[in-house]
């Protein structure tokens, strides 16, 4: 094992293994998070896992479960504070829960597009996970070890920079990154996203018979059973009253027309059931039918290093409800049909399975300054996202979290130093990681879940 410059010896967290290798603790809590859901759908942890064999970053994007366990031991930040500790965060921050997309005001943006980790925490741990990401990503393609340290350099100087921008102002609550102030890869990402449209995701996903719209069957598009598709229609009216009266449509709006069970999505959710919903959408004409992404929640990974830290009350014990919270705190101008409800005892996020939506491919970045470009504005989002999520969601929250973060980073070349060391050691423990999984994978470990 590798002695840290952070002054720590990653075998195992305290007192939870002994004196076991690291790799029998990391092939154990693979095989303890994912037993649950394989139980669920065998098939779809069978996917992930071999989607986790394919690079460390994709390792990494799998086991968040992983980085909070050892976020519980590892030491704490020189620049953190009490208040510090209570950021809402996005909670699995990498390069690809970014991307481009339609807001509700009609703004095509790049933002944020997965919140199921939001929980609050320390605000470090966040940029942590992204710079992480930023070293396994830049070196799997092909970057040199001086490039790599320079992207992090890029991505938080951004992020300060964005922050101090926002100190003593409100400005992140208008905040966003189009293609009027963006360039490069970022801005070739939300030239992708509005040349989507609704007919063009209708079309790859349903098709019309004897004049109704339904889904197609796929591979990855299972039909349901009648008992879960009477479970799912009778959570429709909980997930309606979800939404706020104020950006609730007439009842009609959504009607459920079809539902298939979506295999194959996502990496560190997969397992967890997805359902898509197609519903009646603003008339009775198919072509402005809406596809409703349903997806089970389960406890924030957040929660494994700050335990109770978000109590369950603020979010009325509902991890759908939490994820909702989530989303509506950290992007201005949401998706109105965000929501959730709770089928056959099961939490469930929804929300619009966005016509207009452009993923982050961090393998288009072969050049240091392409690379470069986007992850200065990653570093803008992330403050972003710190920043807004506090009284300016919600009055009760009662503080300012630009200000309370900026108040703990007393030098920002120290801050800076202490992050990027973090991401260098981290992300060789990730890739030792990854080969102790791939070890356990090849040798089949993960073909039975009894």
Do not use: C
């Amino acid at each position: 094992m590798r002695l840290l410059s952070l002054g720590i010896l990653l075998t195992v967290p305290w007192a939870a293994w002994g004196a076991a290798p690291r790799s029998v603790w990391v092939e154990q809590e693979i095989y303890n998070f994912n037993r649950p859901l394989a139980q669920q759908l065998p098939q779809e942890i069978a996917t992930k896992m071999q989607k986790m064999a394919a690079s460390p970053f994709a390792f990494y994007r799998g086991t968040a479960h992983l980085f909070y366990q050892d976020m519980k031991t590892l030491p704490a930040s020189r620049y953190q504070t009490p208040a510090t500790g209570y950021v809402w965060l996005e909670g699995d921050m990498h390069l690809q829960n970014l991307g481009a997309f339609q807001d509700s005001k009609g703004n095509f943006v790049f933002d944020t597009t997965d919140f199921d980790e939001g929980y609050w925490g320390q605000y470090h741990w966040d940029v942590r996970r992204m710079a992480v990401s930023i070293i396994l990503a830049a070196k799997e393609n092909g970057l040199g070890s001086s490039d790599r340290q320079a992207l992090v350099t890029t991505f938080l100087d951004s992020y300060l920079d964005t922050l101090e921008n926002f100190r003593g102002n409100d400005t992140e609550t208008s905040f966003k990154l189009t293609t009027a102030n963006t360039n490069g890869y970022v801005k070739d990402l939300i030239q992708a996203a509005q040349g989507r449209t609704r007919a063009g995701l209708l079309d790859k996903f349903t098709t019309i018979v004897v004049g109704k719209r339904q889904f197609k069957t796929t591979s990855d598009l299972v039909p349901v059973s009648s008992a879960q598709y009477s479970a799912i229609q009778g959570g429709m009216s909980s997930y309606v009253n979800s939404i706020s009266a104020s950006k609730r449509q007439p009842s009609s709006f959504y009607t459920l027309k079809d539902v298939r069970l979506k295999l194959g999505s996502g990496n560190g959710s997969l397992g967890r059931y997805r359902y898509y919903l197609l519903i009646e959408g603003a008339t009775s004409s198919p072509n402005d039918d809406v596809i409703l992404e349903m997806k089970q929640q389960l406890h924030s990974a957040v929660s494994i290093a700050a335990p109770g830290r978000m109590p369950s009350s603020y979010y009325n014990n509902h991890q759908g409800e939490r994820v909702s919270k989530t989303i509506k705190a950290l992007l201005n101008h949401t998706d109105p049909l965000v929501g959730h409800t709770t089928v056959n005892g099961q939490f469930f996020f929804v929300r619009e399975k966005s016509p207009w939506a452009e993923d982050f491919d961090y393998t288009q970045l072969k050049s240091f300054n392409r690379f470069n470009n986007a992850v200065a504005y990653a570093g803008a989002i992330v403050a972003k996202n710190h920043a807004l999520a506090d009284k300016d969601y919600d009055p009760s929250l009662n503080y300012s979290q630009d200000k309370q973060i900026l108040e703990a980073i007393t030098s920002k070349a120290g801050f800076k130093q202490e992050i990027t060391k973090f991401a260098l050691d981290y992300a060789q423990q990730v890739e030792l990681d990854y080969n102790a999984f791939l070890s356990a994978y090849r040798s089949g470990k993960f073909s039975s879940w009894r």
